[in-house]
């Protein structure tokens, strides 16, 4: 089955610094990855959508200089969250797709999460 | 855009009994529909999904159902067993893959023993 990596699992650091986190789709390429945040007991929202070899297209109300996403091959993206605050604690999660524009749909396969924990 | 509303919100059962979670989704364009289970800390995964040709599709426990013209599609879980406890997300988006998915809020599922 399709199967996607995010690194890392947690992680926990002081106000101010940058945290990057990897979303690697193993055994297929991705076209298109998906970001989200979760906040607990709540559902996923969708930040941004990121396309290898363009820029990423942001949600309303997602600051696209705070959450800086790299799609820069088809089986990895990275999501870096610049000069994180408390409020910027969240559970992270990827989503990829191997499909794009073709007839055989494919659906999104999700990473496991990245709690990020800001002190 | 897509509106997903789902219920509902938490759902307890006897181990063995049948759980039925509905959703309905407000853009009459979406024609894709998976269901995910997440575990806690973990990310969502993919447990079933229909397209709109389709009116109902099943794996082994597992059916989901779809009414385009009311615009609802629902989860049903047979036989639950405890280790089907977990919180589960309907989704709708126009097109598997690179459009992107609208969920619904969850419904944390108890099983019971």
């Known amino acids: 089955g399709a199967v996607v990596s995010q690194h890392p699992s947690r992680v926990i650091c002081k106000s101010g610094t940058s945290v990057k986190i990897e979303c690697r789709s193993l055994?297929?390429?991705?076209?298109?990855m998906f970001w989200y945040r979760q906040f607990p007991k709540k559902s996923l929202m969708l930040m941004a959508t990121?396309?290898?070899?363009?820029?990423?297209?942001?949600e309303q109300g997602v600051e696209k200089d705070k959450f800086l996403i790299n799609h820069a091959s088809l089986t990895l993206s990275t999501l870096t969250v610049t000069s994180a605050h408390p409020e910027d604690s969240s559970f992270y999660i990827c989503?990829?797709?191997?499909?794009?524009?073709?007839?055989?749909?494919?659906?999104?396969?999700f990473g496991d999460g990245t709690r990020l924990s800001i002190l | 855009g897509e509106n997903v509303e789902q219920h509902p919100s938490t759902l307890s059962v006897q181990e063995g009994d049948s759980a039925v979670i509905k959703c309905t989704y407000s853009?009459?364009?979406?024609?894709?529909f998976p269901w995910y289970k997440q575990e806690l800390g973990k990310g969502p995964q993919l447990i079933i999904d229909?397209?709109?040709?389709?009116g109902e599709k099943k794996d082994q426990r597992i059916a989901v159902t779809l009414n385009k013209t009311a615009k609802h599609f629902s989860l049903h879980i047979t036989e639950t067993q405890p280790e089907d406890s977990a919180v589960y997300f309907c989704?709708?988006?126009?097109?598997?893959?690179?459009?992107?998915?609208?969920f619904g809020k969850g419904t944390k599922l108890s099983v019971i023993p």
């Open positions: 989503s990829a797709s191997r499909d794009y524009s073709g007839v055989n749909n494919q659906p999104q396969h």
């Open positions: 055994d297929f390429q991705a076209t298109t």
């Open positions: 990121s396309n290898e070899g363009s820029k990423a297209t942001y």
């Open positions: 853009d009459s364009a979406s024609n894709y």
């Open positions: 229909i397209r709109s040709n389709v």
């Open positions: 989704a709708a988006s126009k097109k598997a893959g690179s459009y992107q998915l609208t």
